[in-house]
């Protein structure tokens, strides 16, 4: 059996469980919604990195759909509620292969249905608007991680890719983490300044997740985790999901992307941008200033590393696809889980090991926060704290 028919075999049994994919935002700028102009039950591939097949093809197995809305847009929470929708009406519309799931034991459900456990998760604390109310109301709608912080600050925590505002997290912050941890909402670190990661490990009650975001030792970008914070992990109980962009992964990419996207700016467009029109400039600027190209190497390069730091109990995979312009030789879309998987055989990963990468610990880590939620909301009640009142 070759490392890929091995691969393809593990998935089989413990599929990918990806924790962030933007396929609902691309939707919102590329169709605005209209999920006819852009049936995922058919190829997509001019258009999109997801579609139903490929899914099927990588051995997804369950996948957290970002609610993700951009941090400039005056009305965040009700984009975010379209987002959601989105997904429900994914999932309404494709009943026999996502399986709305809230719950670990969700999840389980759908694995052996053979269907795809649909979750979703926020990206960016300016999607409540600085109110545990909303932040609650996400949670019952469906909600099951939010990032603290996008590409920009908000009021009370710091982004990696900002100047430093409160110095981590405020004390509005920290009660942000603590109403997350009594609602079962995992925290989601990816985005975040290093000092913001470090102060929510200090206030979280419950396993925090990183949903996609790599190693620092390994590419030195601050959307990356250090290897302080990855030795944390263990002792949270929480997971680190490695991401595939490559301006996250690969050090030669960091120069070049950040000329790519002062290319964008001076074409009016906003660097993260996906359109035909964003994917045009894109490639023009590529044809006249090649990219370094990540591979399959590169990623299993940071898994390497982030096993070693934080443990085989402590890393999963989030690929970040359709919330990138560009993605590595052999995992372009969806489908290329298999290939990662087979790298990592190559390389003398275990089966058991990969089981935990793929499936079990995101399946763990989110029953561990249903589990201390449990446990909170026995003693405390819901806060309703203000930023004016803790922050001033």
């Not at 957290?64 to 929470?77: G, H, I, M």
């Not at 399959?296 to 919330?323: F, N, P, Q």
Request: hydrophobic share 40%; with cysteine.
């Amino acid at each position: 059996m070759t490392p890929l028919e091995a691969a393809r075999e593990l998935l089989a049994e413990f599929p990918v469980v990806d924790g962030h994919n933007d396929l609902p935002w691309a939707l919102r700028e590329q169709v605005r919604y209209d999920l006819d102009a852009r049936d995922i039950a058919t190829d997509q591939s001019a258009h999109l990195h997801t579609d139903l097949a490929r899914l099927r093809a990588g051995g997804v197995g369950a996948q957290y759909w970002s609610v993700f809305v951009r941090s400039d847009l005056p009305d965040a929470v009700p984009a975010t509620l379209e987002q959601i929708d989105c997904v429900r009406q994914l999932q309404a519309r494709y009943p026999q292969t996502l399986a709305p799931a809230l719950t670990a034991a969700d999840m389980e459900q759908a694995r052996r249905e053979g269907r795809i456990a649909s979750l979703m998760g926020a990206e960016g604390g300016h999607s409540i608007a600085n109110s545990l109310a909303t932040l609650r109301a996400l949670y019952a709608l469906g909600v099951r991680y939010m990032t603290l912080t996008h590409n920009d600050n908000v009021d009370w925590a710091d982004s990696a890719t900002d100047e430093p505002g409160v110095g981590g997290l405020s004390a509005f912050g920290r009660a942000v983490v603590r109403e997350m941890n009594r609602e079962g909402m995992l925290v989601d670190l990816s985005h975040v300044a290093a000092t913001t990661m470090r102060d929510a490990l200090d206030a979280s009650e419950a396993p925090v997740i990183f949903s996609h975001s790599s190693s620092r030792a390994v590419c030195d970008h601050p959307r990356n985790i250090p290897d302080d914070v990855l030795e944390r992990l263990p002792a949270n109980g929480g997971m680190a999901m490695v991401t595939f962009v490559p301006k996250f992964v690969l050090q030669a990419a960091v120069d070049w992307t950040a000329a790519a996207d002062e290319n964008m700016r001076e074409h009016g467009l906003h660097h993260l941008a996906t359109t035909p029109e964003a994917m045009k400039v894109h490639r023009a600027f590529e044809e006249r200033t090649p990219r370094p190209v990540a591979t399959v190497s590169t990623v299993a390069d940071h898994l390497d590393h982030m096993r070693e730091v934080a443990g085989v109990d402590h890393i999963g995979i989030g690929g970040d696809y359709d919330g990138t312009a560009f993605t590595p030789d052999g995992l372009s879309d969806v489908s290329g889980y298999p290939n990662l998987i087979a790298e990592l055989l190559d390389r003398g990963w275990s089966r058991p090991d990969l089981a935990k990468l793929t499936w079990q610990n995101a399946v763990r880590v989110l029953g561990a926060a249903e589990d201390v939620a449990r446990e909170l909301q026995a003693t405390r009640a819901p806060s309703n704290a203000t930023l004016a009142q803790l922050d001033g």
